[in-house]
Structures are given as structure tokens and as C-alpha cells.
């Protein structure tokens, strides 16, 4: 056969409607490009060091560079911000528009100032060696600088670069609190040491059969600071295993530094010995390996890829380039181009503690026997030629990976793409033909929806139990509200997402996590989502009740738990709201249903109920919310109302075994004897089982279903949708409708309040519970910032404590990693600590802890003193749950100086307080 090869340009703006193209082209042997983004970089304040003059270079040299004239035309604008006093600069420059960014390349940045971590800092080593991270010493206590930095990384316009996304030079690691890591939360892309650059490495000829399964060789140091002993742990334990594929061999340079060998005597405890790689006091000898550095890498299947002096070194591209997978033993290294390079099909990455011992180390050995390291060299080579081993490969990569960070192109196998090699005039399909793309598309899409739908109905035997477990017929425009969200996704090639938040109910307590009403309803319908391009994903932010947690806290923390970026949410808090008082539960769920219409995606919300509703539901709050809240698509449902209607007379008791229909889930059918009994059940207490749970999925992905069709239709009607979506626009949300409660009649005293519905804007939260999903809109900051007006105060290290995972899993089950738990309960505490507070509009504050000192801790927080800015504030209460306080119920004076901008608060708690009755905080909120 004669193929005449053919070279398919494809435009960035085409990308979604061509993917469909994209995954059928492999086998007609058509080469694809893809457009990269422009992109401008200024002449001068760049890093003076050889690798940020590389990556200069490069992007100067490179072919989608546009003039400085330009600019603003550019996708993106590439900046240093290797300064403390480069920052601010930045930080004046315009907001650019929508779809353009600045990327700001942070390498060098000093950032360990900017996170105390403890006394660890004190042995910080500045020697010539480390000349790159000592240029900013003299900021090393610079908190403006620290303070210009965190607002410049909450700028949707900027896209931070740096090697790792944590600072690399920090000494602490994962051991600090979340404020540590400034950058972890954010997009980001990464790129790696422009100063490696290996030739044409990879072989010519076919495989020879390697010699050993894993190998390693260099320096044995504790990295520094002593982030990380893993190459000393992992010398030890490969000398403990006496295995003869296994080779790790430490050692340092000759003073040539051109001549490597090994060390026969290292004192691996010794934090000195073997420093940075460079010879010290050891014997030295010949490598026992008998090979060079580079002939060892490319006789092993797999090359250590260790923690070094940093998380990130230069060995990755090392070992790429010598022709061996990585394997990657560095705790929380952010892997270069993860955004376009799929590193776990050709990379493979292990905890450092697993190689501490020899059986550990024996663990790792027998995994990486089991892989097919063939299959993954030759991902790791077309990886490597094709995004890494020239600096065009990197820039395209950086390029391509910070288009998808910024949303500019859809995620996707960009091993379909082939890098750009040349410059070739830029065409697009006619208009003909783009319209008959999107026409496949669509009906691609009907298709599958319908069949989804299809599947679920012959399951249930028609639609009436999916449909009817919905308490409300969906109104017409409700339905077409999750089509518009559905719609969009499938336009624009965008994840879907889900968020919810709840009870145990939500946990999936007494139950495997597997089985969870969130788990089934990811695994029915995500293929669905994946055939129609569109990633579907569900955030399953459950917390057990034992925290001490209930829905008049939890949906403070809405948006921080589930993440500003989901799509719809779902609330179930049905047993915490037997016998609450009827107008405080109104006024929650007027909160959840408003907040999350006001989140920045305008998320569709949902109420679950575990079984029926409420008589204070049926008394019609319920159907007010509907009335008014239905156009945009709100809804609830019941587990129990449609198979009650249709299947069954009476709900299943505790225990029962099938929902009228089935005996077992559809999962469950291929299921060992005892665990297909286990997925039978309806519910297990007060908690659905797995069957119940299956209800429940069922009927969500039956409305996605019915939705994903009308989406079909509004696309091939010629609908079209922004990238983004908005929230809905707050007057026409409408007038909110809280009750006001009489607090002599209610107590402990109610949460909501009228002027909380009414207020314009979202509260803020910091949830050190876990999971959560979001970033926190309150920062817990050091109280030596000079923005803090209680700078003067001392302060000891935060303690973290997290309690264990739930062992609210059926005891068969328990030894099943799939059925392990997400949610903790988890707080910090120090006699003093300091939050900074966004711009409040109503100046309400409340301040929770988790019960992890056993029984109620709300009294606690009462002993505490709280200042506002130097303000001490004196009315601290109690509040629902009792675990929280009131700290100030809203502004004494409107428009005070406190709405106007950010305010620190401070939570002291003083000598005579003995350390035991300190409690955690759990959560901080204002609004």
C-alpha cells in the first residue's frame, strides 16, 4: 500500500471541534499539529544564572515568539519574577483579558521567608553552591514581599512557572500547614532544567536485554536542610536486599570533577558525607558496576529518580535522555508538562518511606517486575523526542501546558499532537465542513445520552422509579439548565463536575467508600461524559457527624469545600435536621440553594434526602424553594419516594435485603457470594447500603441522562455558549427568604439570620477538616507580617492533629483499599493565631473546632480572647452547632474600616489556660 503523507494544521480555536477527527486520525497515518499560543518576553530582569539565560534564549529563538510591539496580542506575556522587588512591579501591571496571561517565571524566588516551618530554618547552609537561592537574603524577612507574592498568585491573569510548584528550597515539605506551599493551589505549569540537554541518546536499533531492573548513582546527602535522608534510606536498604538487579552506589567527584567514584565507607547518618554529590572524607574506589553514568542508566530498565538537595534535579531528564523509565522517589515533586506528558504510563513513583527498609525496598522491586517496561520505554522515548529533548521541545511543552492551565485548550492525548518542526501557513476547515464536524458531534452525543438512558430504564423497568425518586417534575427552563451546563461542556471540551457536601450519609458510612451514592454515580456515567469528550468527576466532601459538624456550619464552607469550579451541588444532611427548628432549616437550605447560584460557575444545587422529606417539608418550605428556585434548576430528592410509588408499600427496614426489584446492586452481580449479600442491602442502619445508595445514582444519572439529550438538541439547534459560565446575576435570584427566629423561644441560638440571605456576596471560609476541594478564601499568616497590627505578640508553632480514617465499614470489607474512607477530622492549634480575613459585607465571624479532645469543645473557644485588627472583641457566644462561636455578629458601625479591605483576626489564648484545654480550630468564616 502507498500512503502519501499528509500534514493536518489544525488552529487552537478548532481544537474542540475537531477532536472527535483527532481520535480516529492514528490509523490513516496523517501527521497532526497543533497551533501553539504566541507569546512576548522583555529584554531585561531575568534570573542572571545559566539556566534562566537558557530558557531566555530558547524562547527568544523559538517561532511562536512575537515582537515586543505585539504584546498585547500575545497569548501570553513571559516575565521574570525571580525578585521580591519584581513582584510588585507585576503586580501594577493591567489585568489582561480574558484567554491572555502572564506567565511569571519564579525560579529563584526567596519563598521560605514566607512560610514559618519551625526551627528548621535555622540551619539554613548559604555557601557557593547555593548562590542562586541566596541572592535575596536581605528579604529573607521581607512580609510585604511575601504579602505582594500571595496576591499576585491569586491573580486569574498569572501563571506562576518554577520547577517545583512548591518551593523548591523549602526545608519542611508536606509538615507545614497549608499556607507552606504558597503555589500548590493554583494553576500552574512547570518546566525543567533548560541546562540539561543530552543529544540523540535513544537507540537505533533494536532493545538488548537490560542488565539490571533498577539502578542509582551519586551523591548519598540528606538534601537541604535534611529535607530528605531517601538516598541514604535507599543505600542501606539496597545493601540489605542482596539483590543483584538492584544497584545503588554513592559516591562524589574526583577533583577533576570529571572522574565519578564510588564510596566504600560512608557514614550514611553522617549529614556531611557526600554533600551536593562532591567528594568528602570516604575512601574512594572504582564503581562496583564497572560502567559509566551514562552506560549504567542505559543498562537498567528503570532509573532511580530520587529526592536530592531539592525535590526536583536535573536525574529525571538524565535518565529520560540515557533511555530508562524514571522512577520517581521524591515526596510532593510537581512532574515538568504534566498537562500534556502522561507520567504515570511511562514513569513510576513511589513514597520515600517504602524504601527506608530492605522489605520495602523488596515491595518496590517485585511491582516493577510486575510492569512492562517495554511498553513503558517506548512512551517514555516518544515523550521524551517529542516535548523534552531539545529547549523548542520544552518551549512547546511550557507553551501547550500553560494553554491548558489557562483553559485556552482542552486537555486532552496530546501524543496525538507531533511538535512543531516547521513553519507552515495556517488554514482551517470551510465552513462546510465545520458544520458537518459539529453535526457528528451532536449526534454522537444524542446517542450516547440515550443510551445511557436507555440503560438505566431496562434496569428499573421503565422510567418511573429514576424519575419519580425526584420530588418535583423538573420545570421546563430547570431542565434546560442542566442541558446548558451539559451543552457547554461538550462545546468547549470542559471537565463537568460535581460537588457535595453533607453527613455520614454523604461519607458513605457503614458502607464501603466504593459504594457511596458519589463512586456509583461517577462509574455510571463517566463513560458516557468521556465518549461525548467531556470529563465528568464527583467531589465527595462528606464529614461524619463525630466531627461535630452540621449543616448550620458546613454550608459557610461551601464553596471552599467543594471548589469554585464544580458545576452542580448536593447537600444531604438529613438525619442532623430531625427535629431542628422549622425556619432555621428553611433559612440553611435558602443559603445553600443562593450560595451556590452565586458561586463563580453558577453551580445547579440539589437537597438528598437519606430517606423521606420532613413534615415541615410537606408543610411546603420545600416546594417554596422549587417555586422560586426551579428555573435554575434546583431540585431534591428522596431514596425511598420511588420505589415507594412504584415497587414497594412500605420503606425497608434496617438490615432488608433488596429494593423490590433487585437483590443486589449491578456491580454486585459479578461480586464474591458474601459481598454480593453485603451490596444487597438497602440500609444499614439510619445509613443507606449499597442498594439504596444505587437508587440514588440512578436517578441523578438518569436526569444527567435526560439532560445530556436536550443538550444534544439545543447544540444541533445551533446554540452556542461562553468558554465560562457565569453565576446568576443576584437580582435575579429574587428577594431572599429567611425567617426570623426568637432566640428566647430557640436555643441554642439560631445560625441564619435575614441579613446573611440578603447579602451580595459569598462567605469566606478556611476548613482545615478534610477533604476539601477548594482553595481557602481565609489565610492563616504568620503574626510577624507587618500587615498585622498584633505584630508584637509572640507566637509558638501551629500544631496539626487529624483523627484516624472512619472505620465505619462493614468488617469484610475493611482489608479492601477501595473501601477506605476520605473524611477526617482535623484542626490546628497555637496559644496564639492570626487569620486574615477577606473584605467582609456583613462583618459576621465565627470561629469552630473539631471534637478530637472527646466531647463537645464549643465551650473552650469561649476562654479564648479575639482580637479584630488591635480590637479586642467581647462578645464572643455560643452558636449552632456547639461546636462553633460567634465571635461578632456584624459590623457595630456600617461601612466601618473592616468592610473596606482585609482584617486580621487574632485568637489568643493566654498563660493561665492550661495547654490540654486549648482546643483545635477547625474552621474560621466570616461574611
Known amino acids: 500500500e502507498f500512503r502519501l503523507p499528509v500534514v493536518l494544521v489544525v488552529r487552537r480555536d478548532m481544537v474542540s471541534e475537531l477532536r472527535w477527527l483527532l481520535l480516529g486520525i492514528a490509523s490513516t497515518g496523517l501527521a497532526v499539529e497543533l497551533e501553539l499560543p504566541t507569546f512576548t518576553v522583555p529584554e531585561s530582569g531575568w534570573l542572571d544564572d545559566t539556566i534562566a539565560t537558557k530558557f531566555k534564549t530558547a524562547l527568544k529563538a523559538h517561532p511562536q515568539r512575537v515582537s515586543l510591539t505585539q504584546a498585547e496580542e500575545a497569548t501570553f506575556q513571559v516575565i521574570p519574577g525571580s525578585k521580591m522587588s519584581q513582584i510588585s512591579k507585576i503586580l501594577a501591571k493591567a489585568v489582561r483579558p480574558k484567554g491572555k496571561f502572564y506567565l511569571v517565571d519564579i525560579r529563584g524566588l526567596d519563598l521560605e521567608s514566607c512560610c514559618k516551618c519551625g526551627a528548621a530554618l535555622e540551619h539554613r547552609i548559604h555557601d557557593a553552591h547555593h548562590a542562586d537561592f541566596n541572592l535575596h537574603k536581605k528579604n529573607s524577612h521581607n512580609s510585604q514581599g511575601c504579602h505582594n507574592f500571595r496576591q499576585l498568585a491569586a491573580r486569574t491573569d498569572v501563571i506562576l512557572l518554577n520547577i517545583d510548584l512548591f518551593d523548591g528550597a523549602l526545608c519542611c515539605r508536606d509538615k507545614c500547614s497549608s499556607s507552606c506551599g504558597l503555589t500548590k493551589d493554583i494553576k500552574h505549569v512547570t518546566y525543567d532544567n533548560f541546562e540539561v540537554g543530552y543529544g540523540a541518546h535513544l537507540p537505533k536499533q533494536a532493545d538488548k536485554p537490560r542488565k539490571f531492573l533498577a539502578s542509582f548513582r551519586g551523591?548519598?546527602?540528606?538534601?537541604?536542610?535534611?529535607?530528605?535522608?531517601?538516598?541514604?534510606?535507599?543505600?542501606?536498604?539496597?545493601?540489605?536486599?542482596?539483590?543483584?538487579?538492584?544497584?545503588?552506589?554513592?559516591?562524589?567527584?574526583?577533583?577533576?570533577?570529571?572522574?565519578?567514584?564510588?564510596?566504600?565507607?560512608?557514614?550514611?547518618?553522617?549529614?556531611?558525607a557526600l554533600a551536593g554529590g562532591h567528594r568528602r572524607k570516604c575512601k574512594m574506589t572504582s564503581c562496583e558496576a564497572g560502567l559509566s553514568y551514562k552506560g549504567?542508566?542505559?543498562?537498567?530498565?528503570?532509573?532511580?529518580?530520587?529526592?536530592?538537595?531539592?525535590?526536583?534535579?536535573?536525574?529525571?531528564?538524565?535518565?529520560?535522555?540515557?533511555?530508562?523509565?524514571?522512577?520517581?522517589?521524591?515526596?510532593?515533586?510537581?512532574?515538568?508538562?504534566?498537562?500534556?506528558?502522561?507520567?504515570?504510563?511511562?514513569?513510576?513513583?513511589?513514597?520515600?518511606?517504602?524504601?527506608?527498609?530492605?522489605?520495602?525496598?523488596?515491595?518496590?522491586?517485585?511491582?516493577?517486575?510486575?510492569?512492562?517496561?517495554?511498553?513503558?520505554?517506548?512512551?517514555?522515548?516518544?515523550?521524551?523526542?517529542?516535548?523534552?529533548?531539545?529547549?523548542?521541545?520544552?518551549?512547546?511543552?511550557l507553551l501547550l501546558s500553560a494553554a491548558v492551565a489557562g483553559g485556552i485548550v482542552p486537555a486532552g492525548k496530546f501524543d496525538q499532537y507531533s511538535s512543531i518542526a516547521q513553519q507552515t501557513k495556517i488554514t482551517s476547515p470551510s465552513k462546510k465542513d465545520k458544520s458537518t464536524e459539529t453535526a457528528k458531534k451532536v449526534a454522537s452525543a444524542k446517542q450516547k445520552f440515550s443510551q445511557l438512558k436507555?440503560?438505566?430504564?431496562?434496569?428499573?423497568?421503565?422510567?418511573?422509579?429514576?424519575?419519580?425518586?425526584?420530588?418535583?417534575?423538573?420545570?421546563?427552563?430547570?431542565?434546560?439548565?442542566?442541558?446548558?451546563?451539559?451543552?457547554?461542556?461538550?462545546?468547549?471540551?470542559?471537565?463537568?463536575?460535581?460537588?457535595?457536601?453533607?453527613?455520614?450519609?454523604?461519607?458513605?458510612?457503614?458502607?464501603?467508600?466504593?459504594?457511596?451514592?458519589?463512586?456509583?454515580?461517577?462509574?455510571?456515567?463517566?463513560?458516557?461524559?468521556?465518549?461525548?469528550?467531556?470529563?465528568?468527576?464527583?467531589?465527595?466532601?462528606?464529614?461524619?457527624?463525630?466531627?461535630?459538624?452540621?449543616?448550620?456550619?458546613?454550608?459557610?464552607?461551601?464553596?471552599?469545600?467543594?471548589?469554585?469550579?464544580?458545576?452542580?451541588?448536593?447537600?444531604?444532611?438529613?438525619?442532623?435536621?430531625?427535629?431542628?427548628?422549622?425556619p432555621s432549616l428553611s433559612s440553611v437550605h435558602e443559603l445553600f440553594v443562593r450560595w451556590s447560584l452565586m458561586m463563580p460557575r453558577g453551580p445547579i444545587p440539589t437537597i438528598l434526602y437519606a430517606q423521606g422529606v420532613g413534615e415541615y417539608q410537606e408543610s411546603g418550605e420545600l416546594k417554596s424553594k422549587f417555586t422560586r428556585y426551579g428555573k435554575f434548576g434546583f431540585n431534591a430528592l428522596s431514596i425511598t419516594k420511588g420505589i415507594l410509588e412504584h415497587l414497594t408499600e412500605k420503606p425497608p427496614a434496617w438490615g432488608d435485603i433488596g429494593d423490590g426489584l433487585h437483590t443486589t446492586t449491578r456491580y454486585g452481580e459479578a461480586e464474591t457470594p458474601q459481598r454480593k449479600k453485603s451490596l444487597g442491602v438497602f440500609y444499614?442502619?439510619?445509613?443507606?447500603?449499597?442498594?439504596?445508595?444505587?437508587?440514588?445514582?440512578?436517578?441523578?444519572?438518569?436526569?444527567?441522562?435526560?439532560?445530556?439529550?436536550?443538550?444534544?438538541?439545543?447544540?444541533?439547534?445551533?446554540?452556542?455558549?461562553?468558554?465560562?459560565?457565569?453565576?446568576?446575576?443576584?437580582?435575579?435570584?429574587?428577594p431572599a427568604q429567611c425567617e426570623e427566629v426568637d432566640e428566647h423561644k430557640q436555643r441554642p441560638p439560631p445560625l441564619m439570620r435575614?441579613?446573611?440571605?440578603?447579602?451580595?456576596?459569598?462567605?469566606?471560609?478556611?476548613?482545615?477538616?478534610?477533604?476539601?476541594?477548594?482553595?481557602?478564601?481565609?489565610?492563616?499568616?504568620?503574626?510577624?507580617?507587618?500587615?498585622?497590627?498584633?505584630?508584637?505578640?509572640?507566637?509558638?508553632?501551629?500544631?496539626?492533629?487529624?483523627?484516624?480514617?472512619?472505620?465505619?465499614?462493614?468488617?469484610?470489607?475493611?482489608?479492601?483499599?477501595?473501601?477506605?474512607?476520605?473524611?477526617?477530622?482535623?484542626?490546628?492549634?497555637?496559644?496564639?493565631?492570626?487569620?486574615?480575613?477577606?473584605?467582609?459585607?456583613?462583618?459576621?465571624?465565627?470561629?469552630?473546632?473539631?471534637?478530637?479532645?472527646?466531647?463537645?469543645?464549643?465551650?473552650?473557644?469561649?476562654?479564648?480572647?479575639?482580637?479584630?485588627?488591635?480590637?479586642?472583641?467581647l462578645n464572643a457566644r455560643e452558636d449552632n452547632p456547639r461546636k462553633c462561636v460567634i465571635v461578632q455578629e456584624q459590623f457595630p458601625v456600617p461601612n466601618s474600616a473592616e468592610s473596606k479591605g482585609p482584617s486580621y483576626l487574632s485568637i489568643s489564648w493566654g498563660s493561665e489556660i492550661l495547654s490540654h484545654l486549648i482546643p483545635y480550630i477547625s474552621h474560621v468564616i466570616s461574611l
Open 684 to 734: 444499614r442502619n439510619w445509613h443507606p447500603g449499597p442498594l439504596g445508595f444505587q437508587v440514588a445514582a440512578d436517578a441523578i444519572a438518569w436526569r444527567f441522562a435526560v439532560a445530556g439529550i436536550r443538550a444534544a438538541e439545543l447544540l444541533a439547534d445551533g446554540a452556542h455558549y461562553d468558554h465560562s459560565p457565569q453565576p446568576v446575576p443576584f437580582v435575579d435570584l429574587g
Open 296 to 397: 549504567l542508566i542505559k543498562s537498567s530498565k528503570f532509573g532511580f529518580v530520587p529526592h536530592g538537595n531539592q525535590r526536583w534535579s536535573s536525574r529525571l531528564t538524565e535518565v529520560m535522555a540515557f533511555d530508562s523509565v524514571p522512577l520517581i522517589v521524591s515526596d510532593g515533586y510537581t512532574l515538568p508538562y504534566s498537562q500534556v506528558i502522561d507520567w504515570p504510563s511511562l514513569s513510576v513513583s513511589v513514597p520515600e518511606d517504602t524504601v527506608s527498609t530492605s522489605s520495602g525496598l523488596q515491595t518496590v522491586v517485585n511491582r516493577l517486575r510486575g510492569k512492562d517496561s517495554t511498553a513503558m520505554l517506548q512512551k517514555m522515548r516518544k515523550a521524551y523526542t517529542q516535548w523534552v529533548k531539545t529547549p523548542t521541545n520544552r518551549i512547546n511543552a
Open 454 to 582: 436507555s440503560m438505566i430504564e431496562t434496569y428499573w423497568q421503565g422510567q418511573e422509579v429514576p424519575a419519580d425518586t425526584w420530588i418535583f417534575p423538573p420545570k421546563s427552563d430547570g431542565l434546560d439548565a442542566w442541558a446548558r451546563k451539559i451543552a457547554r461542556a461538550i462545546q468547549h471540551d470542559q471537565p463537568l463536575t460535581v460537588g457535595v457536601i453533607g453527613s455520614s450519609v454523604a461519607a458513605g458510612h457503614d458502607n464501603c467508600a466504593y459504594d457511596s451514592f458519589e463512586n456509583q454515580l461517577q462509574r455510571t456515567v463517566h463513560q458516557t461524559f468521556a465518549d461525548v469528550g467531556v470529563k465528568f468527576a464527583v467531589r465527595n466532601a462528606g464529614q461524619g457527624g463525630g466531627c461535630g459538624d452540621n449543616m448550620f456550619n458546613q454550608v459557610w464552607c461551601l464553596e471552599s469545600m467543594v471548589g469554585s469550579d464544580v458545576d452542580f451541588t448536593f447537600y444531604s444532611w438529613t438525619y442532623f435536621e430531625a427535629g431542628q427548628h422549622a
Open 219 to 272: 551523591g548519598c546527602h540528606a538534601g537541604w536542610w535534611n529535607s530528605s535522608t531517601v538516598r541514604r534510606d535507599l543505600k542501606s536498604s539496597a545493601d540489605g536486599l542482596h539483590e543483584r538487579s538492584i544497584v545503588v552506589e554513592c559516591g562524589g567527584f574526583e577533583a577533576d570533577h570529571r572522574t565519578f567514584k564510588c564510596c566504600s565507607d560512608v557514614d550514611h547518618s553522617t549529614p556531611t
Open 754 to 873: 435575614s441579613g446573611f440571605c440578603s447579602a451580595n456576596a459569598l462567605p469566606s471560609c478556611i476548613n482545615h477538616e478534610l477533604p476539601t476541594f477548594g482553595t481557602p478564601q481565609i489565610q492563616s499568616v504568620a503574626v510577624d507580617d507587618t500587615q498585622n497590627p498584633m505584630i508584637s505578640r509572640t507566637v509558638t508553632d501551629v500544631e496539626v492533629r487529624a483523627a484516624p480514617n472512619s472505620t465505619l465499614i462493614p468488617v469484610e470489607e475493611r482489608n479492601l483499599e477501595k473501601c477506605m474512607h476520605a473524611d477526617h477530622c482535623r484542626g490546628a492549634r497555637s496559644r496564639f493565631m492570626t487569620y486574615v480575613l477577606p473584605k467582609m459585607t456583613v462583618g459576621h465571624i465565627k470561629v469552630c473546632c473539631p471534637q478530637l479532645m472527646g466531647g463537645e469543645c464549643g465551650d473552650l473557644l469561649l476562654n479564648a480572647t479575639y482580637f479584630l485588627g488591635k480590637k479586642q472583641l
